[in-house]
Every structure is written in structure tokens, then in C-alpha cells.
């Protein structure tokens, strides 16, 4: 009897798996159409219908391609890093709250937070291990902004967790059928979305690739399947954060099309942004971080508690 059980977890694990990477593959080929869209061109459209086929040829460039060493490198931290990372980016989703033939995480916040705070030392190792200035100067300056955002990350989601009282994903969707959180808490959802574009290092905070000094930042030394899966890592973790927008704000998981349209919809609003907004100044990040999202979330927090307690 639990052999069969572990099985159809094991199954389950697996199919979430493979759904994620079919879904980054097509997150990258939306983001170079919505991309050529923005730019006034067309984006991939010559191999398969429209370019569909186009993540495919990537996947196969990338993984056929020389893996490069640097000669200077420390050899097994800069080889297992990207690894790590994307270990990492594809656990975090056994969170994802399904209804069926899966396991029921009653911490699932605090899961997420543990594996993204191990996130910071793959771009550390990363940006360190390669033995170059420029990837070094770019890890830091990466794990800087994305520990700096952290504590708002944090702060901003114990106000939806003290609504709730409880750490598990699924009862988001209880607490939202009349009303979606939203509505409720406007302010701490455009931060939480900001401040998940600041932890995913994307455009307008993508302080590790500012290409006129540092060219690409922390994975500047990699090449083929490193750089492939550090590419994975980062796709996958904008799904993810797109998820748990959806879960905290529009409505909580349910199994129908539109919890997935809602997904789809946020991971767009990424590609708008990084096609839109040009590159912000890091000490305005830091100061974004550290004397608007601190304060304001600390606010609402005080704010969500009051409300709780005046109600029970």
C-alpha cells in the first residue's frame, strides 16, 4: 500500500518536473516574440510554425556545444554551482499546492524561503569560483540585491500569512473565494511584484548584467550546459514567482484554465517590464529596498495584525 503511495508521488514529481521545463522552454521563446513585438520586428518564426520549434534548437546548440574551463578556476565549486542552482529553482515547486496525488506541505512558506536564501550562495559560488573580477564583482553585487530584498520579500508575505494563520499554500484559495487579496492589500502586491523582479534578477534590476561593465555578470565564464542551467534556473524561478503571485493575490490554486491564464498573464508582465523600463542605478535599488518597500511593509504588517486582532 505505501510503495503504491511513494510511486504515484514519485509520478507526480516527475510530471511537474517535465512540466516545468516544457514551460520555461516556451516562457524564453514568448519573451523573444513579446520582445521583437516591442522592438518592432518579428522574433523567432523560421523553424516550425512561428518559431515553435525554436526553444528545442536551443536547448540541443547549448548542450552540444564545448564546455570551457577557465584555467584558473576552482574546478568542482564552478562545474556543480549551476547544477546546485537549478536543483534548487525545480525544488522549490514541490510546494505547488495540487489537489491530487501529492504531498500536502503545511510549511510551504517556510520551504520557499529556505531554498531561496541557499539560492544566494549558488550565485556567490558562482560568481566566485570562475576566478574572475568581472563575474565576481557580478555575483556580489547580485547577492547584495537579492538579500536586500529578501527581508521586504519577507515582511510582505507575513501580512497575507497573519490574514491566513497558516503556512500552507492551499488554504490561500479558501481565503480568497469571496474576494481576492488584491483588492485588500493593492500597495503590498505591487511591492511583492517589484521586489520578486529584484530577487529574479530581471530588467529593471539586472545589476549582475550591466553590460558596459560587466558584460554577464556572475555566469560571464560559462558556456553550454553551465550557462544552460544557470539560463533554467532563472526562467524557472520567474514561474515560480509568478505561482505564488497568483496563490497570494488573484485567487489562490484552483484546476481550471484561468488559475493558469492568471500565470501566464504575470510572467508576461516580466517580459513587458524588461522590454519597457530601462536599467535602474543601484544605489536607488538599495535605497528602494531598504527606506520604501521596509517601511511600508512594516506598516501593512502592523496594520493586517491590528485588523486580525479586532476581528477575533
Known sequence: MFNNDYNMILIGVIMLVLGILIGVAFLTLLERKVLGYIQIRKGPNKLGFMGIL?????AIKLFTKEQTYPMFSNYFSYYFSPVFSFFLSLLIWM???YFFNFISFNLGFLFFFCCTSLGVYTLMVSGWSSNSNYSLLGGLRAVAQTISYEVSLALIMMSVIIMVMSFNLISFSNYQSMIWFLFIMFPLSLCWLSSSLAETNRTPFDFAEGESELVSGFNIEYSSGGFALIFLAEYSSILFMSMLFVLMYLGGYSLSIFFYL????????FIWVRGTLPRYRYDKLMYLAWKSYLPISLNFLMLFIGIKIFFI
Open 95 to 97: 510546494v505547488m499546492p
Open 54 to 58: 525554436q526553444p528545442f534548437s536551443d
Open 262 to 269: 492568471k500565470l501566464v498573464f504575470i510572467s508576461f508582465l
